[in-house]
């Protein structure tokens, strides 16, 4: 789940708000944003945007991210 995932920055640092239903699956959009986020990447609408083609995450019984629609 990542359609109610919030994002802001407050000068140098990055607010995050994930909805409780995120809890209940095993990918979510915070394994596609914390990675970029931890090594300094600056997010934009404009990748969010190119993330929102895939749709959910299929729960494959082996993840095969990122060769899969999720967040594409």
């Not at 407050?10 to 809890?23: H, Y």
């Amino acid at each position: 789940p990542g359609n109610m995932f919030m994002m802001a920055y407050l000068g140098n640092t990055v607010l995050l708000g994930v909805p409780a239903c995120a809890m209940y699956y095993r990918t979510t959009i915070l394994d596609v944003v914390l990675p970029r986020i931890f090594v300094g990447e600056v997010l934009t609408k404009e990748d969010f945007i190119k993330m929102g083609e895939g749709g959910f995450c299929l729960n494959c019984e082996v993840c095969h991210y990122p060769q899969c629609f999720f967040c594409r």
